[in-house]
C-alpha cells in the first residue's frame, strides 16, 4: 500500500482514541506498516501515560502547594543571581589578568648587574663580588700578600 | 592574536643577539682608592659626581682620579681602553639577554714586571649590565693604593 493511500496522523489518531469509528481505517492500519507502526507509536504512548498517576491537590493544599511553586522559583532565580555574578567576576579577573599580562610584556627593567664569571690568572688571586647597601656592585680581586707587584 | 602568542612574540624579540654593528656607550672612570686616615673622605673633584656613590661604599679614605673615559664599544669586537702604563682594560660586548642587560666581558689586563713577559689577566670577568646602573671593577695595586673602574653603560 503506498504512502499516498495512507490516512493523516490526526485521523488515525482520533481513530486510535475512538473518536472516530472507521472500517476503511481500520483495514488500512492492520494492513499498512507504516500507519501500523505508528498506532503502536500511540498505543505505548498511551500505556506510559497511563502509568503515572496524575497528582490531585485538594483546595485546602492549596495555598501550601503555590507558596511552595513560589519559593522553588525565588530560589533558582536567587541561585541563578549568584552563579551569574560568580560568573562575572570570574570573567573579571580573567580580562584583567589578560589586559596586565599585555601591557607589561617585552622586556622588563632588570633591577641590577650581573657578574656571570670571574677569575684571575694571578697565582694565590681570588675574586669576589659585593653588592654594597645602595645596590653598588664590585667586583673585587684579592691578591696574595706577596703578590707579584 | 591570543595572550600566549602576545608573550612569545615579546620573549622572542628580547632574546635577538644585537647585530655586530651595534654599539654601547661605556663610560669608565679609572680611580685610585687610598686609605691615608683622611677625613672626612676626599674624592678628587675631577671624579664625575654620577661615580660617587659607587665609591663611598668602598671604604677608602681618599679617591684620586687617574683616567675617565666615554667612548661607543661595538657588539662583537674587543675594545681597549689605557688606565694606567701598567693597566688596560678590554672590553667586549657580546649581545643582550632577554631582560634588556648587554652581557659584556671585561678584563684588567696588566703589564708583567718580569721583562718580555707577556701580560696578565689581573681580573676577567664576563658580565650582564643593566644600561645606566655603574659597576665596579677594583683590586689590582696602583702606586700606593688601589685600582678601582667605575663602569657605566648608556
Redesign the interface.
Known sequence: MTMKNCPTEETIGRWFDGEAADADVDRHVANCTRCGEYAETLRMTRAALAERPAVRIENSQMPAYLNDLRGGIHRRRMWGRVWAGVSLAAAAVVAAT?LL??VT??????????????????TG?T?ETIE????????????PED??? | MTVAAIAWIALELGRAQATPTETVQLSVVAVKGVRDGRQPQYIDPGIPKKSHAALKPLGYDSYFKLQTADIPIPFGRETKIFITDVYELIVQPTGRDAQGRVQIKARIMMQSKTPNAPPKKALDTTLAMTPGKTLNLGGPKVDGGDLILVLTLN
Do not use: C, F, K, R
Open positions: 589578560a599580562t599585555v610584556q617585552g622586556p622588563t627593567a632588570v633591577q641590577a648587574h650581573s657578574v656571570l664569571e670571574a677569575h684571575s690568572d694571578i688571586a675574586t654594597y647597601d645602595n645596590g653598588t656592585m664590585t667586583v673585587w680581586l684579592n691578591l703578590d707579584m707587584q
